[in-house]
T-cell receptor, first 111, second 114 residues
Framework: AQSVTQLGSHVSVSEGALVLLRCNYS??????LFWYVQYPNQGLQLLLK??????LVKGINGFEAEFKKSETSFHLTKPSAHMSDAAEYFC?????????FGAGTRLTVKP | DTAVSQTPKYLVTQMGNDKSIKCEQN?????MYWYKQDSKKFLKIMFS???????INETVPNRFSPKSPDKAHLNLHINSLELGDSAVYFC?????????????FGPGTRLLVL
């Protein structure tokens, strides 16, 4: 069975600072990995996904994530946080038709 | 032109009642899902359908019954509602069944059971 663990339920950064949201996965087969974002009172929206092509994946809104098999990690980064990045972020792992989400990380951006 | 829509957006009801949530996608996708998000934001898959056939049926009380009249619709009926059913329910769809497929989420239905 696959699973993901998101380290840190809440991350707070200053506007303009680096954003780093951590995700570690567990999967018995090569995984497909996703980052989704949820803004308040909305559904989830895909930021980026890894599907065994390039290990560095670029997504929307300046986010990117790097797949590191040796560390079983898929951390999400953005060089410079913007106020509009404040949201809940979910890492997910998928195998066949079964997507499992992490517990989420709430990102707060301080002015 | 909402891609995945859900009705109603909010649902407040009494314990013991029966209610339905409707989901429609206009993306032409084959696969649809229901998720439950609890008050701690934890998101758990409940069901998935591919071409109107049930694919995933997680450990969900049998008071929850999904119905897919066609590929574009996946409704969720809940019998004998309990306090613990209060949550946000999300419908999602993906082009095909398969691990690499992106899922597109609806806006959610906020259910409060009193």
């Amino acid at each position: 069975a696959q699973s993901v663990t998101q380290l840190g339920s809440h991350v707070s950064v200053s506007e303009g600072a680096l954003v780093l949201l951590r995700c570690n996965y567990s999967s018995s087969v090569p995984p497909y990995l996703f980052w989704y974002v949820q803004y308040p009172n909305q559904g989830l929206q895909l930021l980026l996904k890894y599907t065994s092509a390039a290990t560095l994946v670029k997504g929307i809104n300046g986010f990117e994530a790097e797949f590191k098999k040796s560390e079983t990690s898929f951390h999400l980064t953005k060089p410079s946080a913007h106020m509009s990045d404040a949201a809940e972020y979910f890492c997910a792992v998928s195998n066949n038709n079964d997507m499992r989400f992490g517990a989420g990380t709430r990102l707060t951006v301080k002015p | 032109d909402t891609a995945v829509s859900q009705t109603p957006k909010y649902l407040v009801t009494q314990m013991g009642n029966d209610k339905s949530i409707k989901c429609e996608q206009n993306l032409g996708h084959d696969t649809m899902y229901w998720y439950k998000q609890d008050s701690k934001k934890f998101l758990k898959i409940m069901f998935s359908y591919n071409n109107k056939e049930l694919i995933i049926n997680e450990t969900v009380p049998n008071r929850f019954s999904p119905k897919s009249p066609d590929k574009a619709h996946l409704n969720l009926h809940i019998n004998s509602l309990e306090l613990g059913d209060s949550a946000v329910y999300f419908c999602a769809s993906s082009p095909f069944i398969g691990g690499s497929e992106t899922q597109y989420f609806g806006p959610g239905t906020r259910l409060l059971v009193l």
